[in-house]
């Protein structure tokens, strides 16, 4: 590896402050609790009756979008990420410290530092009535069907299918809800 970079500094994306005006759709009773922070908020449409819990980092994008259906709960210190699309639907729950991730560096070529490799962008989808356990973390391309549960702490690398209960790292299948 080169130690001599020619890549360009960093540069910030800002404080994460936000005013309501800046969303590209924001519904009516929607609660921002202390410390949310939302960057790029013209890519984010936000539902009516959407709770958004401490410390939440809405992480939009100068491209694609994120949209959170409306009556869905999103807890403290969650990551959402959109650059490769976030789709949330109606009365989702998504638990305290959950990570939605739709991007990834390929890592090739090999004999660059993996962070330089550029990014893959592919979509996240959560169904209406899914519910997301404290901690758990979908990668990117992930769907997880209507009514389905993700156990605390499950990692999930591949579509959960509607109406399923999955858990453990990676995801896998445990029953049908019943």
């Known amino acids: 590896m080169d130690e ?4 360009p500094p960093y540069r910030s994306h800002g404080d994460g402050s936000f005013k309501a005006g800046d969303f590209r759709r924001l519904g009516r009773g929607v609660v921002f609790e202390a410390g949310v922070l ?3 908020p013209e890519h984010i449409e936000i539902g009516d009756n ?5 410390g939440a980092i809405l992480h939009g994008y100068h491209r694609n ?34 990570k939605i991730l739709t991007s990834q560096h390929p ?9 330089w490799t550029g990014l893959d962008f592919k979509p996240v989808e959560v169904g209406d009535g899914a519910d997301l356990g404290c901690g758990s973390i979908l990668l990117p391309g992930v769907t997880v069907g209507a009514g389905a549960i ?18 453990g790292v990676p ?7 019943s």
């Open 38 to 40: 939302v960057f790029h």
């Open 4 to 7: 001599s970079s020619s890549r």
């Open 50 to 54: 959407v709770y958004i819990g401490h």
């Open 150 to 167: 993700v156990g605390a702490g499950a990692v999930v690398t591949r579509p959960v299918p509607a109406g399923e209960v999955w858990a």
């Open 107 to 115: 890592g090739q070529p090999a004999d660059l530092p993996v962070m």
């Open 65 to 98: 979008l994120m949209i959170v259906g409306p009556d869905s709960w999103i807890g403290p210190g969650c990551y959402l990420h959109s650059a490769g699309g976030l789709t949330i639907g109606r009365a989702v729950g998504i638990g305290p410290q959950v």
């Open 171 to 177: 995801a896998r299948r445990l029953k049908a809800r």
